[in-house]
């Protein structure tokens, strides 16, 4: 795609983090804004600075894990600006993670529902529209833990992996199908945003069962999240700086989007195993790299 203004940008996970910036962006690049969220008031937040700032923009409550909802954020987009261009399925959960023999079917299905079927169901929404008008451009929000598999990260790793699969077969699909429609890969590496408390998101049906009253987080753990919290501080991206990579990868019809270089010889390694047939490198978290 190469001329922005007038058309629309559809966002899923846009009331925060990542996709708030992305609308932001886009909203300065002319677009008209169609944004889904599970979060409703954070989402009429986002929507509200949006329309202060002069953009076309509307909101829809979305759970991307349910299919009827993401076909209502497709009609949402019909209904008011006369159908999507860019289509950022950008919503993600970064919980549900632990050593697999504690990991339990509610922790995978969570999980599950957003990162990997919230994109099937927006492909699904969206895909033969553009086809049919021949223009626009998808990107799937993965991560470098699609590139990559850390330990104790059992569900986002599949979902991520999983999101990078569908990327790559789906701009085979459309390369070779001479369509016009591009398909871009965002792989971020540490971004700031509230991934680390998706719980607040979590649906009461797929809590993990436990006790009616909870134990209180021993010291040991709340240390543990307490140094993520101020790790991810100090080196993390901000999403305002992915948005504009986002933006531009759009413009250049540009596949991988990579937020740094923070992770390429974790990437490499893996790459390396793979060709050599060696067994995957060993790492003990995502974040070591930067103790």
């Given at each position: 795609m190469h001329d922005l203004a007038g058309k629309t940008a559809v966002i899923t996970g846009g009331a925060s983090g990542m996709g708030r910036s992305f609308a932001h962006r886009f909203g300065r690049a002319g677009m008209n804004l169609v944004l889904g969220d599970i979060e409703e008031p954070a989402l009429n937040a986002t929507v509200s600075e949006l329309t202060d700032a002069g953009h076309h923009a509307v909101?829809?409550?979305?759970?991307?894990?349910?299919?009827?909802?993401?076909?209502?954020?497709?009609?949402?987009?019909?209904?008011?600006?006369?159908?999507?261009?860019?289509?950022?399925?950008?919503?993600?959960?970064?919980?549900?993670?632990?050593?697999?023999?504690t990991l339990t079917t509610q922790d995978?299905?969570?999980?599950?529902?957003?990162?990997?079927?919230?994109?099937?169901?927006?492909?699904?929404?969206?895909?033969?529209?553009?086809?049919?008008q021949d223009d626009g451009h998808i990107v799937i929000t993965a991560s470098v833990a699609g590139l990559t598999s850390?330990?104790?990260?059992?569900?986002?790793?599949?979902?991520?992996?999983?999101?990078?699969?569908?990327?790559?077969?789906?701009?085979?699909?459309?390369?070779?199908?001479?369509s016009h429609v591009g398909v871009s890969c965002l792989c971020p590496g540490l971004v700031?945003?509230?991934?680390?408390?998706?719980?607040?998101?979590?649906?009461?049906?797929?809590?993990?069962?436990?006790?009616?009253?909870?134990?209180?987080?021993?010291?040991?753990?709340?240390?543990?999240i307490e140094s993520i919290i101020e790790m991810v501080s100090a080196h993390a991206?901000?999403?305002?700086?992915?948005?504009?990579?986002v933006?531009?990868?759009?413009?250049?019809?540009?596949?991988?989007?990579?937020?740094?270089?923070?992770?390429?010889?974790?990437i490499e390694a893996r790459l390396d195993s793979i060709r050599d047939r060696t067994d995957p490198p060993g790492r003990q978290s995502i974040l070591d790299q930067y103790r």
């Open positions: 909101g829809l409550p979305t759970d991307v894990g349910d299919e009827a909802a993401m076909r209502a954020l497709a009609d949402a987009a019909d209904e008011h600006f006369s159908g999507a261009h860019v289509v950022c399925l950008n919503a993600g959960v970064g919980g549900g993670n632990g050593d697999m023999d995978w299905a969570w999980t599950l529902n957003v990162n990997l079927w919230g994109v099937i169901h927006g492909i699904g929404a969206f895909l033969p529209a553009l086809k049919a850390y330990p104790s990260m059992g569900p986002y790793n599949t979902t991520k992996h999983a999101a990078v699969a569908i990327a790559e077969t789906l701009f085979s699909e459309l390369r070779d199908g001479g700031m945003t509230n991934i680390f408390s998706s719980d607040r998101n979590r649906p009461e049906a797929l809590q993990t069962p436990g006790p009616l009253i909870a134990d209180p987080m021993s010291p040991d753990e709340q240390a543990r991206k901000s999403p305002d700086l992915v948005a504009d990579l933006h531009d990868a759009v413009l250049a019809d540009q596949f991988w989007i990579h937020t740094d270089d923070d992770f390429t010889a974790a």
